[in-house]
DNA sequence: GATGAATGAGTGTTCATTCAT
DNA sequence: AATGAATGAACACTCATTCAT
């Protein structure tokens, strides 16, 4: 129990040193020597509690990525039923005030792990996570027009702009996270931003064939 | 005559092996000896024709770079003159369709280098160049609302908004070059996008002090 | 106990490599690879033990330099005291045999490290070891002779040969040990030729102004 | 004959150029590329007027340093002569004053050559031409001394003491060109330090067997 | 469990020298 | 007589990873 809860102090330890590390200089340019310096580690010490380098920067970020995943899953999950109810997407304006604020709320409580993972994740398995989360949100809109287009009989998707709205959409999130450190100003802000981005959907997404 | 074709295509393939390399790996990523492998060539020879790493990666997008500086101070210019003589801003719309396809234009003339530019330039002095154009882009809002504001009165600007507008529309040119090669799409896309984005200039950035 | 006595073995082995290297071709020109070779090591190996090559040299000539300097202290404060309690510079000759033996002792003791700073320290922040040591002679015998000095009206100190006499003195230590490996030679060879020099002392440096 | 006139111009400019760097360098350190670019002159240009690196060096000292050797030989063939004719060393004082004056005027007339024979010269062949000339000195005086000595029964050098003081004497030379760019104080100076250096040439080298 | 020593391939860069033209 | 391109070995230094102890 005792070797457990020092194991357990300083697996936590290097954690925290390669978040440091990790912040300052990005997954490529972190030095597994420098970690464990600060650390107080030995080199091979980290090697004990993670495989390699990749695995040290998986510990600190894949978890809140998973949990992030599971809420817009679940979100999404949501909506859809939410489409199948409703006869006309003017009807029932969406409010996306909810989720904004469950992601902004999850980003924020695990505020280093996000950062590293949208700056400093090159040559990372999780590089092309925004790309992801950009998928996943364009499926989720395109999912839920599908239903309205088939009442708006020659109007179909610009992939492109959908795509691009997207990218938008996640990127303020981003840009969020990159520029304020407060969580109550950043959920007010998100949600004007959201509001703002509907329109986009609406006119740049929907086209004639 | 026949050396002189000789020398400038080694430096050319050199180059050409550069610009293959740092795209695929990034700056830092990217080795000399390996671009050297490619283009033919000793590492030393190398070293005859660029000062060193970042001379060779500063000769592949500085040229492309500040032509597009060039470009958009000119237009940034006309733009503030243009201000002066009208009295409403809605009196006028303005139209970006000219300024967004010069853009446009250059970029995609310019592919590979901009594609480096934003996508493989940590480490460089061109890393910060995208903020750049950020800044620029709302200086330029920024100024042009501000006759504007003096007949609104009770009503500022949203430095946030401002700033998140601008960014995401020097965003939507690198999405746009990261996402499609083909200039006449590009051009259409773009011009369409710009029109919606001016909604958000409206709408997001003016709020009531 | 083994493994510390082996590895302490492995760092000599290196530090001596690097002695045999600088002394054979001085700072510059001494190759790390060349040292490690030497050693039965690899080049990265060396980088465990120092943290580059000036440390490595460093290493070698840190301490018994620092050491000599703090012996050369303790001296001149000993004359100093000594100065103010006599009334005249002829009536008690110094006898320099003690300070003389020592310094020689001391340098005997550490051969290799002062050759290396006297013959091999180009482009190391001891390049300029010799100059401090002449410095702090000739400061040494300025603050001897200004007592004297106040009973001689009409007289000064020659700058340039209360300088150069510095110079010879400090130089006729290191001719001594780059001539000859045999400390009791060296200790009595060194006592007459500075028993030579107080008479350049007085008939040199001291003139009319 | 205009051609040859250029190429002496050109090799001029090289020499002077090389001058410079080697001066700042030293011979280790100082790059040809370099020296060809203050030349203006490609790299390859060098290699028609010099063998190579050294080459280049020798054209710079090897002319002043044997003039140097010439005065010097002369001088000790005069010497030799001269000690043949006297019956007792205390008889005639020698003085030294012409010697020293015709090597100051020499020295100082090649300032820059013999700067760079004496500071930057490693790794060259005239690394140890101090060496040479302390050789030479030494000599002479042995020379000097043997008719005295035959009158001085039970009395022989101390080689270790005669050399030091050739070596002091050349030392005096060296010292004053590092010290002191102006010929006139130089004469003066090294007058007085060579007189001084003849009681060391007394006291220090004739002992008893 | 944890150490610390060691590896070995890798990095950008420099250099005197060569040689076809 | 001179160019300028090219060589290729050398440099100090860094790194993630391994492993006997």
Redesign the interface.
Known sequence: MNSDTENYARRGQLIEAAKEEFLEK?Y??ASLRSICAKANMTTGALYFFFKNKEDLFDEIVSKPLEELKAILAEHFEEDKEFMTKITDISEGDIDHSDISDKIVDHIYSNYDSFLLLLSGS??TVFENCVDEFVDLTEKSFIQMMDESLKRMPGCEIDR??S??LA??TV??FI?EIK??KNVETARV?LR??MN?LV??WV??TIVKK
Do not use: F, Q, V
Request: glycine share 8%; charged share 20%.
């Open positions: 990005g490529n340019k090159e040559n492109y702009m795509h691009w990218h938008i990127d303020a840009h520029h304020d802000r004007n931003i703002y329109h986009g006119t740049l």
